[in-house]
């Protein structure tokens, strides 16, 4: 077995859907593949599943575009971090000429009149993108039935979620569609459905990655990053978008390190904190066995390991629904029918296609945090609820840094429970909000956080846990997934068949 691919050598080209990123960028700079061979390996795996019954159709993708995908490969540098290799990207991001339809009837004609700064690097990198993937309408949810294209299928088990808002992007990578997608994590987006389907996902530190071209759902929140199944395939990506943006004010004026070239550097007398808090009754005993198991891994490779509290912890999940419905409000009221978004055919007057374009365009999960948010913000409640949010944030956020200034990383469980079955176990919405309890927590203080797979359940479905690091040091975090991946290995889950 190859340590780039996990193939054996002359699996190479009859498995070209299997190949990692990081084989593909190699075997397309030594012109022993081509773009059109992979776009054309991939696409028919998607019309494969467009043909198969409804409940046993991943659904995905939502939007191809190989023409466009060729094109962008062809400009591609020849000595280009990414050598022209296809990925995908979910439906909030801004890509010139490509529906950014956000999952939302609101937005059912909308295409791209500009591209994302982060979709701009990624091409400029050598990057070609072919699809656009299905989402929770607007980034708001964590099963991936939220949306105007349908419900997402895990590929790893069909009748199970593959996790949101981001499941199709985490699902197009799970079902062998691609080898890696870019997400969006707003409050656990991409590690969550990277969790559920097995595949890995990356949160960047707040500001690494430039927010000018995504749909904002809560701009304090909200970050791009990238979702493969090989930890340098994730530090390809995420150096490829990387970096300072004058458009985006909240961008950092840092240099990017060349995280690919940085996987091997040995790492010395690494501190690995564990919260308490992430480690108690409400974890499910499979995951914390799994997750003892991990920890013990590193504690053999020398790293100290202590136990630590964070005893604000319980009021992340709250700050976060607080303020991120709060933002919510505020962001999604540009989509009135006039500016942006569908005009309902049936309204009478002003006010009236107001109300009726917003009444029919969003989804009843949307319509919820607007609401919420809205309430929160008004007269009245506002000192309450939104400025206490924001004062509890600092203290958070102080709490966190207090406790990385001694230890290098923190390490958790990426969920406490086991991958919900799809349309059964989470009725209640309130369930599906608490299930992000391990997640919200490196949105609320902006620091960067990885989700890893590490074992399978008695199901056969992935448990992960995940890291959160100091900010900007993405580095050591993707140094210590990449050590777990070469000496630990990472599970293998069979695809959808």
Do not use: W
């Amino acid at each position: 077995m190859t340590k780039e691919t996990g193939l054996r050598p002359e699996n190479t080209v009859s498995e070209l859907h299997r190949l990692s990123l990081f084989a593909i960028v190699k075997l397309l700079k030594k012109k022993e593949l081509t773009v059109k061979e992979l776009l054309e390996c991939y696409l028919q795996r998607l019309e494969e599943d467009e043909r198969q019954p409804r409940e046993s159709r991943i659904n995905a993708v939502v939007y191809k575009n190989k023409e466009e995908a060729l094109k962008q490969a062809a400009n591609a540098p020849a000595d280009s971090l990414l050598g022209g290799a296809p990925i995908i990207i979910k439906e909030n991001l801004h890509l010139l000429g490509y529906p950014v339809r956000c999952a939302s009837k609101i937005l059912s004609n909308y295409k791209a009149t500009y591209s994302s700064t982060a979709m701009l690097r990624l091409l400029k990198n050598g990057a070609s993108i072919f699809a656009t993937a299905n989402m929770d309408e607007f980034a708001m949810g964590s099963a991936n039935e939220n949306s105007m294209h349908g419900f997402v299928c895990n590929p790893l088990a069909k009748d199970y979620i593959p996790g949101g808002s981001s499941g199709g992007p985490a699902a197009a990578v799970a079902g062998y569609f691609t080898s890696a997608s870019i997400g969006s994590d707003t409050g656990g987006s991409i590690r969550q459905p990277a969790a559920c389907c097995g595949v890995i996902g990356l949160k960047p530190t707040y500001g690494r990655v430039s927010r000018y071209g995504l749909v904002a759902f809560a701009s304090s929140f909200d970050q791009i990053g990238p979702i493969a199944r090989r930890v340098e395939d994730i530090a390809l990506l995420l150096e490829a978008m990387a970096g300072h943006d004058e458009a985006d004010s909240t961008s950092a004026k840092l240099p990017v390190p060349s995280y690919s070239k940085a996987l091997e550097t040995p790492i010395k007398n690494l501190h690995i904190a564990l919260p308490k808090e992430y480690l108690g009754d409400t974890v499910h005993p499979q995951i914390r066995r799994a997750f003892m198991q991990a920890v013990d891994f590193y504690e053999k490779q020398g790293a100290k390991i202590s136990e630590v509290s964070l005893p604000n912890t319980d009021y992340a999940l709250s700050i976060y629904y607080i303020l991120s419905t709060a933002e919510a409000s505020s962001n999604l009221a540009r989509f009135d029918g006039i500016r942006y978004g569908n005009p309902s055919k049936k309204a009478e007057n002003l006010s009236d296609l107001f109300f009726r374009s917003r009444s029919e365009g969003f989804g009843d999960e949307v319509k919820r945090r607007i609401f919420t948010g809205s309430y929160v913000l008004s007269a009245g409640y506002y000192d309450d609820y939104y400025m206490k949010a924001l004062k509890a944030r600092r203290v958070v956020y102080d709490k966190y840094m207090a406790i990385l200034k001694d230890a290098d990383l923190l390490m958790m469980p990426t969920l406490p429970y086991r991958v919900f079955k799809r349309g059964k176990d989470h009725e209640d919405p309130t369930e599906m909000y608490r299930s992000d309890v391990f997640n919200v927590a490196a949105n609320v203080v902006g620091l960067p956080s990885m989700s890893l797979p590490c074992a399978k359940d008695s199901l056969g479905l992935p448990i992960s846990f995940q890291f959160m690091g100091r900010p900007f040091d993405e580095a050591l975090m993707l140094r210590a997934a990449y050590l777990y991946q070469q000496e630990h290995g990472l599970p293998v889950f069979e695809n959808a068949k």
